[in-house]
């Protein structure tokens, strides 16, 4: 499978403003690249990539004065194969687990495990550990949660999301990682692309997508609480403890989003043309970012 991706996005300044922005494709999908990964600015900005310390790349520049557009398209390769699902994988034992998981057992900025430790164990206790366990907890913030983006929040973590009961995708990832990280099942937030590939057209508007990963039987594997089921097309970003580590943009002054869209397009190929699957490119307005 061939998918488009990219985005437009646009900020405000109102003088020069030192920025940090997370929006290229993480290095482990860097091989299924088929076109130039090209972040472009207009007018145009030294920019310079680095590694954080999760492995994710991040651009750092100096946005000038006025509007600074951001811009990227390109062509990635996808297996076409929806998410695993192992329901035997095992919980293991923290002493088992490599010390690079440990820190997913912690909590975080929006994942206050402390304030949900009570609940996670009264509700999940008795669920035998593992994918069980997760799924469980999957479909327990897949049902208490409701979707908007009209619920987004920028500042609401995931006891806040719990007592609300409403949000948008980084909630539902928020509340699903705080909740394992509660029941010692290491648990890290994702955020990426993920297009209407193989399911019906979402009449929400496109954003990037949040979702989670957790370590069973000595591997990660993914999870969703929003969509809850097995989804094709990811295409990872960055990982972190939450979405303070994975923020597409950071900036250190006044930058006020002037426009936003995202685009995720599977190519349909028939004999030796290629077409892209309509309707799977959608907006979003600069009040449904989140």
């Given at each position: ?5 990219g ?12 920025m ?8 482990e ?36 004065r ?32 490599p ?51 009209h ?39 994702c ?12 009449p ?10 957790v ?52 190519i ?23």
């Amino acid at each position: 499978m061939k998918i488009k991706a990219g985005y437009d996005i646009a900020f405000q300044c109102a003088q020069d403003v030192p920025m940090l922005l997370m929006l290229s494709v993480h290095p482990e999908r860097q091989q299924d690249l088929l076109s130039q990964h090209r972040i472009t600015f207009s007018p145009d900005v030294r920019a310079r990539d680095y590694l954080d310390a999760f492995g994710n790349i991040c651009t750092r520049l100096i946005a000038p004065r006025g509007q600074l557009q951001v811009r990227n398209r390109f062509i990635i390769a996808d297996t076409g194969e929806a998410d695993e699902v192992a329901p035997d994988a095992e919980q293991w034992d923290i002493d088992r687990l490599p010390s690079e998981a440990l820190v997913y057992l912690l909590g975080s900025r929006y994942c206050d495990t402390q304030k949900l430790n009570d609940l996670a164990w009264a509700q999940f206790g008795s669920v035998p550990g593992g994918w069980r366990r997760v799924q469980a907890i999957c479909d327990y913030v897949h049902d208490r949660l409701e979707f908007g983006y009209h619920h987004a929040r920028d500042d609401r973590t995931a006891a806040e999301g719990h007592d609300e009961r409403r949000g948008v995708c980084r909630d539902f990832a928020h509340l699903a990682v705080a909740l394992c990280r509660c029941m010692n099942i290491p648990a890290r937030y994702c955020t990426g692309y993920l297009g209407d590939i193989g399911v019906p057209r979402d009449p929400a508007p496109m954003d990037f997508s949040a979702w989670f990963e957790v370590f069973l039987g000595g591997r990660w594997y993914t999870f969703d609480a929003r969509h809850n089921h097995p989804r094709i097309g990811r295409i990872l970003i960055g990982r972190g403890r939450d979405a303070a580590d994975v923020a597409i943009s950071t900036s250190f002054g006044s930058a006020k989003l002037a426009h936003f869209s995202v685009i995720t397009e599977e190519i349909v190929e028939t004999g030796s043309s290629a077409s892209l699957v309509p309707d799977q490119s959608r907006q979003a307005s600069v009040t449904e970012f989140a």
